[in-house]
Structure formats: structure tokens, C-alpha cells
């Protein structure tokens, strides 16, 4: 099946920092790359949806000011949290769609912010 | 609105069969899938349905009736490694996922 990697795995910042975590579809040409958030015992959130070549649309309540989304190329998107604050910890799961429109997730990336 | 219905918990023995419902309403259907997650990973990928009726995979079976806005995963044979969530989600119209809640596994020995 298509793999996505994401990376880093894990990662643990400070306060005010920023932090980029890169989505890429291995194997395949992914239109369209989704960005997750799960905070414990909860369900997958979806924050926003990217396009290669054009600006991610965001769900409500996400701020595109503080999750960055670049989706540069068929096979690459990556989310920046800016200024990141303990709140923002959580796991983040990015998912690549290909022209099936079957949709292949990424590991996950869990972010800790202290 | 958009919804999707399934258990929060289920618990079952080892070695036996257990059947984890799920309903939804969605704007549009294009088809549904089940996710198994483990605690403290990505969701992977266990099944699509979008035509009617029973796909099985080894242990593994999905059921779908769109009529009735429902569909169900079998687990056969369980083993304890099955302890896990299970995740339904439907593509809407606009091909995106809407996502369940999901079911937490727990399996005894």
C-alpha cells in the first residue's frame, strides 16, 4: 500500500517557539494532503485541507495565522506551529489522498510543548 | 448537521466474536471506512465500503447498508493485540472524511 512518513515522530519545544513537521507521500502523487490534531481520548480533529500549489483551507476555530500549512509539491506538505504554547501540545497526523481518493495516513507527530 | 454515531466502549473475551455498529447522516455518501488506532498512533487503514453488503478480510468483516444509514465491523478470533479504537468515517460529497468518535476495544483474556 502507499506510505506517508512524517517527521519528526516526536518533539518537545519551549514556550514561543515554532515548530515545522514535514508530511511526505512516499510512493505516490497526493492532490491533496489533511492536517489532524487528536488531543487524548478524542476523536481526529480536521484542521485544514491543502491543495498543492494553492493556500490550505482552514476548519473553523483554526487560526491560519498560527498553523502554517505549505503543501510545495505532489508529494510534500508541511505544518508550522508558530509560537507554540502548552495548549498546542497534542498528536498531529497528517493523511495523503491520491487520485483514487483513497486517503493513507501519516505516523503521527507528537508535539510537547513545556 | 453531519453525524456519526458508534459506542464509546466495548469489552469482549478473547477468542470471541464482537460486532462494533456504527450510523451516520451525512451530506452525500461516497463511501465508508473503518480505522484501527492504537493508543498513541496514526489510524490505519482496515476497510471501505460503498456498495451494499459484507466485504471480509481474514478476521475482519465490514458490513454496509446505505438505505439504513448504517454499517458494522466483525472481529473474529480476538486476540488481545485487537485492543485498540475503532474509527468510522464517511466521505461526504465533497470527498471529505467525517470522522466518529470512536469505539474503544478492550479485550479480556
Known amino acids: 500500500g502507499a506510505v506517508v512518513s512524517q517527521h519528526p515522530s516526536w518533539v518537545i519545544c519551549k514556550s514561543g517557539t515554532s515548530v515545522k513537521i514535514e508530511c511526505r507521500s512516499l510512493?505516490?502523487?497526493?492532490?491533496?494532503m489533511f492536517w489532524y490534531r487528536q488531543f487524548p481520548k478524542q476523536s481526529l480533529m480536521l484542521m485544514a485541507t491543502?491543495?498543492?500549489?494553492?493556500?490550505?483551507?482552514?476548519e473553523q476555530g483554526v487560526e491560519k495565522d498560527k498553523f502554517l500549512i505549505n503543501h510545495a509539491s505532489l508529494t510534500l506538505s508541511t505544518l508550522t506551529v508558530t509560537s507554540a504554547h502548552p495548549e498546542d501540545s497534542s498528536f498531529y497526523i497528517c493523511?495523503?489522498?491520491?487520485?483514487?481518493?483513497?486517503?493513507?495516513f501519516g505516523p503521527g507527530t507528537r508535539l510537547t510543548v513545556l | 448537521g453531519q453525524n456519526i454515531d458508534q459506542p464509546t466502549e466495548m469489552t469482549a473475551t478473547e477468542g470471541a466474536i464482537v460486532q462494533i455498529n456504527c450510523t451516520y447522516q451525512?451530506?452525500?455518501?461516497?463511501?465508508l471506512f473503518w480505522y484501527q488506532q492504537h493508543a498513541g498512533e496514526a489510524p490505519t487503514f482496515l476497510s471501505y465500503?460503498?456498495l451494499d453488503g459484507l466485504e471480509e478480510k481474514g478476521r475482519f468483516s465490514s458490513f454496509l447498508s446505505r438505505s439504513k444509514g448504517y454499517s458494522y465491523l466483525l472481529l473474529k478470533e480476538l486476540q488481545m493485540k485487537d485492543s485498540a479504537s475503532y474509527l468510522c468515517a464517511v466521505l461526504d460529497s465533497n470527498y471529505q472524511l467525517i470522522w466518529g468518535a470512536g469505539t474503544k476495544l478492550i479485550i479480556k483474556p
Open positions: 510512493d505516490f502523487q497526493a492532490t491533496t
Open positions: 493523511s495523503a489522498r491520491d487520485r483514487e481518493r483513497e486517503q493513507f
Open positions: 451525512t451530506s452525500g455518501f461516497n463511501g
Open positions: 491543502s491543495n498543492e500549489g494553492s493556500k490550505a483551507t482552514y
Open positions: 465500503n460503498v
